[in-house]
């Protein structure tokens, strides 16, 4: 989890030139402003009504080419979960 | 015939009981017009009825209580109709000449043989139910204008024509019957048209379309609300669009805000669904060289040193790779004596 934040982290400093940022979630891929797609609880606040998986997710982000890429993975859960 | 004691039991199938409850009805009746300063009225008599009947206190089966109680109160009222001066609606019986029942507008005339009004006929009115939602107030009659009226409360009539005003009752019923009938119709196509089903179309009208507005928290010193409107149909991905709404006029705003975003949404509905049959076609073809490549791939790691040293130490995976490469020499050897042959 850390390393996902720390890479996470890592990645973002790179510089984002576009306003709109790209997520992939659940097999989907969609546009997103970057402004609410950088922060992790804004993310999942944004997507909590569509996506209900995102709640307990791992989300790695990477900037390229000035664009902000947002992969979003449902964490394994325990049985019954 | 004995006045019944206050009390007594009173059963519908004792018939001598039942007489006896009718003179007594009768006999209070005369009694009651004895007294001084009784006024002979409809209504003080209806009252007069139910506070001898509950003064009686007459025991009966819950069943039979009603009609026994009827049974009294119907008996009284006719005899207390009966010492009335004038005569009452259900003894006169209008004739040909007679205009008929003129009650107090003149458009308003009813017959005393209309069952649809709740007038009786004198054999029914032993069967005058005091509970009766329609009312029937008696006026008396006035020789002038032969002015006999039976006033019911909750109906009103147009027609002047006394043969006239059934068939317009009938009419107003079956009006009434047809207008909760189409109300209720409404409610079920109303009801009706929530059913969905199960395979929705692509087009924006005939699909359910999820929206969804996300009011953000107002900025410091900033009138400006930031709201995220997110649209979805099927199992297309949203389309999430980020507008700022003056946090005054927030409900105002929103209209104008939501009416572009599902427009816009409406219009990209199409190149979604394009995009996702493009998809769909493409899918099988991949599938197709997908086996091949694997093939290739298992050939090209157990082509691999490392692989192979792995895939030996495991017997299934060796007895997957090792059907081509592994008995190579001892088959190159067969081989080369077969082509030695």
């Known amino acids: 989890m850390e390393q996902n934040n720390q890479a996470a982290a890592v990645q973002t400093d790179a510089a984002i030139t576009e306003a709109k940022a790209t997520i992939k979630i659940e097999g989907q891929e969609f546009e997103l402003e970057t402004v609410l797609a950088q922060d992790d609880k804004m993310l999942k606040t944004v997507l909590q009504p569509h996506f209900s998986s995102v709640e307990n997710a791992n989300i790695t982000r990477e900037v390229k080419n000035g664009k902000l890429i947002v992969s979003i993975v449902k964490r394994a859960q325990h049985k019954g979960a | ?341």
Not at chain 2, 45 to 52: D, G, P, S, T, V
Not at chain 2, 166 to 178: D, F, L, R
Not at chain 2, 263 to 287: S, T, W
Not at chain 2, 289 to 297: D, F, I
Request: net charge negative; hydrophobic share 35%.
């Open chain 2, 1 to 341: 015939m004995e006045i019944l004691s206050a009390g007594a039991f009173i059963n519908l199938e004792n018939q001598e009981k039942i007489e006896q409850l009718k003179f007594t009805a009768r006999e209070l009746a005369n009694a009651a017009i004895e007294t001084e300063g009784f006024l002979n009225e409809e209504d003080a008599a209806r009252k007069l009825a139910l506070e001898f009947w509950q003064g009686l206190e007459y025991m009966c089966r819950e069943s039979e209580r009603g009609a026994i109680q009827n049974i009294f109160t119907g008996e009284f009222l006719q005899r207390l109709r009966e010492l009335r001066p004038c005569a009452t609606v259900s003894e006169i019986t209008p004739t040909d000449e007679t205009p008929g029942f003129v009650q107090e507008t003149e458009s308003q005339t009813i017959t005393a043989e209309d069952e649809f009004l709740g007038v009786l006929a004198p054999e029914n009115q032993e069967t005058d139910l005091i509970e009766n939602t329609v009312e029937i107030q008696e006026i008396p009659i006035s020789t002038e204008d032969f002015a006999e009226t039976e006033q019911i409360e909750e109906i009103e009539f147009v027609e002047n024509e006394s043969d006239s005003t059934q068939s317009e009752y009938v009419s107003q019923i079956a009006a009434t019957n047809s207008s909760s009938v189409e109300v209720e119709r409404n409610e079920t196509a109303f009801a009706g048209g929530l059913n969905l089903p199960e395979k929705e179309p692509y087009q924006f009208n005939k699909c359910t379309v999820t929206a969804t507005i996300q009011l953000l928290p107002v900025d410091e010193n900033s009138d400006l609300r930031r709201a995220v409107f997110s649209v979805k149909t099927h199992d297309f991905a949203p389309d999430y669009s980020l507008v700022q709404l003056s946090d005054s006029k927030l409900t105002a705003s929103l209209a104008p805000e939501l009416e572009k975003v599902l427009a816009k949404y409406q219009a990209d509905l199409p190149f979604k669904v394009m995009d996702k049959m493009k998809k769909e076609k493409a899918a099988p073809k991949r599938n197709t060289p997908k086996v091949s490549t694997e093939t290739k791939s298992v050939s090209q790691e157990s082509a691999k040193p490392k692989e192979v040293d792995s895939t030996q130490n495991t017997p299934t995976a060796t007895a997957q790779t090792n059907s081509t490469p592994a008995p190579q020499t001892a088959e190159t050897g067969a081989q080369g004596s077969l082509f030695a042959l």
